[in-house]
């Protein structure tokens, strides 16, 4: 295991020691939502039936891939706290023994995902039709769940240790596999056969198998990260020093997917126009976000490793800095799809109710990325502060108290518009609040709370 990128983490400049994390990983995200945008787009020439239908999945996978970045998040933790302290054998069992425990957690995930598809999608609103279409594309990724949490656990593992770039190009091979398949599969074009939307999902499985077996070649042989001869020893211990910080991590990140899948019930009320829309809303949401979900990527093994080493003032002064540039980053990003909403909007969907949808998501909602990030990345401090629980009550406050009431108020106050406007006062107020509240209780948290 690489020691010179730890030390970078504990005694190098805080800001470009966070841009060297982070860069690549906007890279390595960029790539996945860029070609999972491509993705939306060849199923949206289909047909709208096929692109509402697929909206109607965003959620659900949502959830289950939140539940590999849990486990991811618990691992990296544990690791990187390992770092800063020095244990590096300790971290590598750890390693071994969080891909046995996500394994283990997935394949049940998918075999019951699997016979739950009909009353699931039913009670989000889809119709006879859609659960169709819905049941060609679920049934294939149920059952290759478990190819995504070995690249999703393994990640993290390496990201634990300060190396953003490895996983990054990964993520990006990753991607491109997808976006290749994707039209050859959906389409039918040269050899291949063409299958509709359950091409797409096996364009996915095929990109999930080739990044978990790269994870693992770098783990075990390149980085020697992880040693097989580990999996056999005790669990217990690590599996429950893992779930600690995993399982509330989880339920965080599950806040969103499943206040995603009430809101697209809601949506569902307004017609598929409305669900396509803000089904494309949510995609290009994902994408405008991509550099705060790498600064959070980078910003957890930063503070955890410091956290392990009792750096408290530098854990506070890492935070600040990046609290502040998100915040204004994502204020430019908001203009940006003022101005270019229509043109967006014109490149996914012709049809005027569906072009409208689009367009009004990508002028109200957008206005709130600023204070979004604020909770997003305030989250991925307590969670690294091995204080997990703290993210999940603010996530549970910003979207089941706020989003969910405010967005049901709008939707029937003003339709479909004045549901966008719901989720972006939301995010107004649930950004505003954490940030006091964290920039009151940081300078105890952070010295004060033991490591596991």
């Given at each position: 295991?690489?020691g010179?990128?730890?030390?970078d983490?504990?005694n ?6 966070l ?5 690549p ?23 709208t039936q096929e692109?509402?239908a ?11 891939m939140?539940?590999?970045m ?10 990187s ?9 300790e ?6 023994h ?5 394994l283990?957690i997935a ?10 598809i009909?009353p699931l ?10 659960i169709d ?17 070995v ?10 240790t ?6 990054s190009?990964?993520?990006?091979i990753?991607?491109?596999?997808n976006?290749i ?11 291949f056969?063409e ?12 990109a ?19 040693r ?5 020893g ?6 429950a ?5 995993a ?12 206040a995603?899948a009430v809101?697209t ?13 803000f ?16 600064l959070s990527s980078?910003?957890t093994p ?14 506070r002064?890492a935070v ?7 915040f ?11 101005l270019t909403g229509d ?8 049809e ?11 002028i109200l909602?957008?206005i709130?990325y600023?204070f979004q ?7 991925s ?9 703290f993210?999940?009550?603010i996530?549970v ?6 989003t969910v ?6 939707s ?15 995010n107004l ?6 940030v006091?509240?964290l ?7 952070s010295q004060?709370?033991?490591p596991?």
């Amino acid at each position: 295991m690489s020691g010179h990128r730890h030390k970078d983490l504990l005694n190098g400049p805080i800001v470009p020691t966070l841009t060297s994390m982070t860069i690549p990983t906007v890279f390595g995200i960029v790539a996945i939502l860029m070609f999972n945008l491509v993705d939306t787009y060849f199923i949206g020439l289909i047909g709208t039936q096929e692109l509402a239908a697929v909206s109607f999945t965003f959620p659900v996978s949502n959830v289950l891939m939140n539940i590999s970045m849990g486990i991811g998040i618990g691992t990296a933790i544990h690791i990187s706290s390992r770092i800063g302290r020095g244990d590096i054998s300790e971290a590598r069992r750890t390693a071994a023994h969080a891909l046995t425990l996500a394994l283990t957690i997935a394949i049940p995930i998918g075999i019951i995902g699997n016979l739950t598809i009909d009353p699931l999608f039913r009670l989000m609103g889809a119709n006879d039709h859609s659960i169709d279409l819905i049941r060609e594309y679920m049934s294939l990724w149920y059952g290759g769940f478990f190819l995504l949490v070995v690249p999703m656990v393994g990640n993290s593992v390496i990201r634990a240790t300060g190396d953003t770039r490895t996983p990054s190009i990964v993520m990006a091979i990753a991607g491109l596999v997808n976006g290749i398949m994707d039209p050859l599969l959906i389409f039918g074009i040269g050899p291949f056969p063409e299958l509709g939307i359950r091409g797409a999902a096996i364009a996915t499985l095929i990109a999930w198998a080739l990044s978990a077996s790269a994870v693992l070649v770098v783990l075990v042989h390149r980085r020697k990260l992880m040693r097989f001869s580990d999996i056999l020893g005790r669990k217990r211990e690590h599996w429950a020093s893992i779930l600690r910080v995993a399982l509330p991590a989880t339920a965080t990140n599950l806040m969103t997917p499943l206040a995603a899948a009430v809101l697209t019930a809601m949506v569902a009320r307004h017609g598929h126009h409305a669900v396509a829309g803000f089904g494309v809303g949510t995609r290009i949401e994902a994408l405008a976000l991509v550099v705060i979900i790498a600064l959070s990527s980078a910003l957890t093994p930063f503070v955890g490793q410091n956290f392990g080493a009792r750096n408290g003032q530098r854990i506070r002064e890492a935070v600040r800095m990046v609290l502040a540039f998100a915040f204004f980053w994502e204020l430019g990003i908001a203009v940006l799809l003022y101005l270019t909403g229509d043109w967006v909007a014109r490149v996914f969907s012709d049809e005027p109710a569906t072009h409208s949808a689009i367009v009004w998501y990508l002028i109200l909602v957008p206005i709130s990325y600023g204070f979004q990030s604020l909770v997003i990345l305030s989250c991925s401090t307590l969670n690294a502060l091995q204080l997990p629980l703290f993210g999940t009550l603010i996530s549970v406050i910003r979207l089941f108290l706020l989003t969910v009431p405010l967005a049901w108020l709008g939707s029937s106050q003003f339709g479909f518009t004045g549901l966008f406007g719901g989720i972006a006062l939301a995010n107004l107020i649930a950004g505003v609040g954490t940030v006091v509240w964290l920039s009151r209780q940081l300078p105890r948290l952070s010295q004060n709370a033991a490591p596991a």
